[in-house]
């Protein structure tokens, strides 16, 4: 049962935009500028930056909804399963692995970021932005996973559901809700 | 911030509501979460800024935010906000930390469902915001003076209207500075 009484129908991070609505604003729009608009990374590779980040984070509601909204833009759902088991070994480029490992340093504490992981990173053709945003996203990432986890958001275990709110998320982004309460 | 304002934009919005916007907890409360959470997070600059601001809003009393930082239980706060920076403190090692029981302590002091809502995300948020801060190993001054004047000015202004000091206006990007 969530902390607080939270709306009943909507699931994860739903619930607590719609219980916050003001603080729901900025909160979308960063994810959408970070994870949906034009970027030189495709939005596939920044969602399992996302998820790979929320998996070692242990959130479920994130880890699963993103990484529907990886599948969906990449077309291939085994890729997802293969960077959660074992990133090094995934079928995803050589610049994407060295991002996921400086995401998995932020993951631990910004101080983790190593001047190594960053030139690695660099040599695969990763630029400052693109640098920027996979530590941004990986720390955004930080906090969303709290969040959900943190006032302990109900996380059904409906995989039709998070299929459903990947195809949105892929396709229309974070502006609007993936998910309504039906009414 | 001033390397991407795409993103500078909400990560201030965020800011001004959590921390500056009215609300049933005063600024210095909030600031004080933040500044908490940031000194267990090992984040010198937000600490330092957010601490000052803190001050800044408790007319000067840089003491009370040390006593928050080194052991907030026996610091001269109210039991509400010990029980809501022990949920923040939970947040900080992740949500998954946070009890049933730490909430009803919260609730016990008199801690509303917002008040309990933010304590969450703005300790989320700063787990967000040091880890940007430390993760692209930004110059951080030690200058003690230079942080209260700019915890005054934002005690004052706010974050979005803060943030225009390095933001470009809109419609001239080329005006974008470095630096800050």
Redesign the interface.
Known sequence: MP???LPVELPGISS?FA??P??A???R??AH??LH?PNSLLPGERELIATYVSSL???YFCQTSHGAAAACHLGDRDVVKQVHADFQQAHISEKLKRLLV?AG??QR???N?TKTAMDAAREEGAT??EI??A??I???F???????????TWQPHDEAMYALMGAHLAHEGYSNPSIRPER | MAFRPETAKPLNELAEILLHAPNSLTPAERELIATYVSSQNDCYFCQTVHGAIAAAHLEGNEELVRCVKADFLNADISEKLKALLAIAGQVQKGGKFVTARDVEAARDAGATDTEIHDTVLIAAAFCMYNRYVDGLDTWQPHDEELYRQRGRKTAREGYVTMSREYLPQQGHPEQAEQGA
């Open positions: 902390h607080i009484p607590a219980f916050r003001e603080t604003k900025p909160l729009e960063l500028t970070l608009e984070n242990d959130c400086i340093q932020v504490g910004g101080k970021v400052d932005m920027h945003d530590v941004l990986a720390a955004a930080c906090m969303f996973n709290r969040y959900v986890d943190g006032l302990a």
